[in-house]
């Protein structure tokens, strides 16, 4: 039995719904030594802002039970450089490329996207509208429905490329943000971006890291992610690319089954970058023991 | 660089808090440079999810050694490792010591569990490099001279050796090296090789450090291992970047 794969978030069509989240592939070059690319979804890149940014100081990481927290603080390379020596790199992979975009103003959105909106190897925009680690301006978009609705209709406005809005968990109901990211023109929402924890050292008193607080990922956050995925689910007719702890295809399946399109792979790239790969073909031995035609047909299929 | 599976074969416990653990791994044995790492994966569980990043030892043959001190949960894991047990290593990573160059001695400066990576380094060299070996640990029972030679030992305690730092029993034998041309390799905890790369560029020595740094992926892609450059404008990553810099490179 041949199964079909493929998956679509809106105009976005992906030959099979595993991509690699942002901020955990870089810009694809390095974990290329460990994996093939090509067989994937697609890869979103590290977080890009209009300059390059140098990021936050160390201690950026620290581990937890069964998770991790950061605070990279958005290093990048910024816009120019990106397309001047990664895009070429990047052109080859014959994989979707999802270009993820951070700012600390509208503009700087809507100019990043004008920017790459000419670059055909970007096949859609991810707006990160969620680092909990970045503050500039007094704004935190993430938590503000308002602005997360004024970016969408912006960047919309900037370019035809589908756009996916990165959604903050950190917020009392994220089914709020998806509606109006729908109302707005966005294509489709990726839920959920890290959660807001910290580390104390007993013996200093200090924080382990020194951002103070930093994301949580890793399958700690796994029970957290499914909740607003299927929230969503339930209230939003919008497409989902659920992320949060995935650490192998029975993760990738529950995402699905409670109603993401395709998934996003985080914290796993780092301990074994080839999980894209094997999830994938775990993905298809489900479908076939379970006589699944077509992949996407798992989405919200939840029997609740 | 590799993903490895690789078997246990030999674990031994060489003091009180430190082990010599031997792999069957023959791609990376046959493609590491000395002062690479790799990151190992202690457990199958999430918790703890994280690989854990050890230098690598010594390489012989198809095998590679590391060397490591119960620290945390990951070490006491690893440390229950038994003979043909699977460990999966990712690796050789990082960038190496250079060590070819003009230079008659080397002198390898290392503070407690830092002596790692040197046993290696000293096979590596040509035969016509002398070897001079500073050693610090806190106490006597700490200190590790396993794979090096031609040793002087400090202890914090001065329960064994110069009754000081490292770095102060390297000034006090300087003299006598400086005879002849060198280069210094150093490796330990980050406020020792402050401490020597403070000394080193005050003298103009020439001088490689291999820095420690909590890391996530170890090659580069979780950004999570910033060392600031010394012009102040940027990040390093030590994992992709280092572990080892000319010490005139790097903030630490």
Known sequence: ?304 | MYIEKAKVESIEKINEQTFLLKLFSPSIASSAKPGQFCNVKVSERTDPLLRRPFSICNVEGESIYFLFDIHGEGTKLLSHKKFEDEIEILGPLGKGFVYDGSYETAVIVAGGLGTAPFPFLINRLSKDKKVAAFVGARSKNLVLQHGLKNISVATDDGSVGFHGTVVDLLKKEISSIAKNKFRIFGCGPNPMMKALQKYAMENNFDCQISVEAAMACGFGICQGCPIEASDGESYLLVCKDGPVFDAKKVKI
């Open chain 1, 1 to 304: 039995m041949s199964i079909d794969l493929s998956v679509n978030i809106g105009a976005l069509k992906l030959k099979n719904p595993v991509l690699l989240a942002s901020g955990t592939v870089g810009y694809g070059n390095e974990i290329a030594q460990f994996t093939d690319l090509s067989k994937l979804g697609g890869i979103v890149t590290k977080s890009l802002s209009l300059k390059p940014r140098k990021g936050n100081p160390p201690q950026r990481i620290v581990e937890t039970p069964s998770g991790m927290l950061n605070a990279i603080g958005l290093a990048n390379v910024g816009v120019e450089v990106f397309i001047k020596e990664k895009i070429p790199f990047l052109k080859e992979l014959n994989t979707t490329l999802i270009c993820n975009i951070a700012a600390s103003t509208i503009e700087e959105y809507v100019e990043c996207v004008n920017i790459l909106k000419g670059e055909e190897t970007i096949k859609a925009f991810e707006i990160n509208v969620s680092c909990p680690n970045v503050k500039e301006g007094g704004l935190e978009f993430g938590n503000d429905i308002n602005a997360v609705g004024r970016i969408t209709e912006k960047v919309r406005a900037a370019t035809n490329k589908p756009i996916i809005i990165k959604l903050s968990p950190n917020v009392s109901r994220i089914s709020d943000f998806a509606k109006t990211v729908k109302q707005n023109g966005g294509d489709a929402v990726s839920a959920i971006n890290t959660l807001v924890g910290t580390s104390f050292d007993i013996n200093t008193r200090r924080p382990k890291i020194k951002n103070v607080t930093g994301g949580l990922s890793g399958p700690a956050i796994k029970p957290i992610a499914l909740a607003k995925v299927l929230e969503i689910k339930r209230n939003v007719d919008i497409p989902i690319i659920g992320i949060g702890g995935i650490m192998n295809w029975k993760d990738a399946v529950e995402f699905m089954i409670v109603g993401a399109s395709a998934i996003q792979l985080g914290t796993v790239n780092f301990i074994n970058p080839n999980a894209g790969v094997e999830i994938l073909q775990g993905l298809e031995e489900y479908c076939r023991k379970n006589s699944i035609e077509k992949l996407s047909s798992l989405t919200g299929s939840y029997q609740i």
